[in-house]
């Protein structure tokens, strides 16, 4: 199965400021297959990103995905209040899709 | 709107069973695969398992296999996971989610219910 790590765990940042999530896995994702989501407390996850890149409808634009083969990243261009939440990582490239750990994103 | 209702958690004595259920709305849902997906208190996501769009296929993540049962009835968009053998791992709110893009049985998850908490505890 492919892990898939993901980092840094936390990430303290102001509002206004911009964030890289790193999402590395243990071998090459096939085709691009690699989704981010977003969860706040008592939530469920919320789908941003598809195919690595691919923003879904009504995600702000300031939300891109990018990376290939083992290294992928996600980036919040300016932080809004809204946008503090924990991000996942996850695989759909092979048997079975995966999970990364996750990364906080939290106020400063 | 598409909409997955979950339903069926609740406190369960170790080595009991349970079944979940996640009714649909808002979509064909005899169009696509459904999975469950669960989350420990605190912690991350973890893939259960998941049912091709008729029912043709299952499958499931090893931490489950040979103890839950995921099912489906297309007539009435409704969702299930038969979950047997439980023990305090298996706490967790357990979410059903709507599969996309989806090579073999591995999908993205482009709608989520809002979740069923089941407890596993004597």
């Known amino acids: 199965e492919i892990v898939l790590t993901q980092s840094p765990g936390t990430l303290s940042l102001s509002p206004g400021e911009g964030a890289t999530l790193s999402c590395r896995a243990s071998?090459?994702?096939?085709?691009?297959?690699l989704a981010w989501y977003q969860q706040k407390p008592g939530q469920a996850p919320r789908l941003l990103i598809y195919?690595?890149?691919t923003r879904v409808t009504g995600v702000p634009d300031r939300f891109s995905g990018s990376g290939f083969g083992t290294d992928f990243s996600l980036t919040i261009s300016r932080l809004e209040p809204e946008d503090f939440a924990v991000y996942y990582c996850?695989?759909?490239?092979?048997?079975?899709?995966?999970f990364g750990q996750g990364t906080k994103v939290e106020v400063k | 709107q598409v909409q997955l209702v979950e339903s069926g958690g609740g406190v369960v004595q170790p080595g009991r069973s349970l079944r979940l259920s996640c009714e649909a709305s808002?979509?064909?849902?005899?169009?696509?695969?459904m999975h469950w997906v669960r989350q420990a208190p605190g912690k991350g996501l973890e893939w259960v398992a998941v049912i091709w769009h008729d029912g043709s296929d299952k499958d499931y993540g090893e931490s489950v296999k040979g103890r839950f049962t995921i099912s489906r009835d297309n007539s009435k968009n409704t969702l299930f996971l038969q979950m047997n053998s439980l023990g305090a791992d298996d706490t967790a709110v357990y979410y059903c989610?709507?599969?996309?893009?989806?090579?073999?049985?591995?999908?993205?998850?482009?709608?989520w219910g809002q979740g069923t908490l089941v407890t596993v505890a004597s």
């Open positions: 195919d690595a890149s």
């Open positions: 071998q090459s994702v096939t085709s691009y297959n």
């Open positions: 808002g979509f064909t849902f005899s169009s696509y695969g």
């Open positions: 989610g709507r599969g996309d893009g989806c090579r073999g049985g591995s999908c993205y998850l482009d709608s």
């Open positions: 996850q695989q759909y490239g092979s048997s079975p899709q995966t």
